[in-house]
């Protein structure tokens, strides 16, 4: 797995409206984010194309949720986001 290298941030966390992934290595391709609730229902889920990629919060409820960044169905790396 090449989580230990793999360079990408999210912030603001905790958020309000809505969450940036942004990716530092551009070597990543064929990359795509999933965004939990803390029950594992998918609440969305998109190709990422850019290298900063907005994720719109503000409709979900406040609570903890999982953003999970697959590669080809692999996962590479998982952030835990604390919506206020």
């Known amino acids: 797995m090449t989580s230990l290298n793999l360079k990408m941030v999210t912030y603001p966390n905790p958020t309000t409206d809505y969450l940036i992934l942004e990716l530092t290595d551009k070597t990543l391709t064929n990359l795509n984010y999933s965004l939990f609730d803390i029950n594992g229902k998918v ?10 990629t907005r994720i719109q919060m503000q409709a979900l409820s406040s609570g903890v949720y999982i953003l999970n960044v697959s590669q080809l169905n692999k996962e590479l790396k998982s952030f835990k986001i604390i919506k206020k």
Do not use: L, P, R, V
């Open 43 to 52: 609440i969305s889920n998109s190709k990422i194309t850019e290298d900063m």
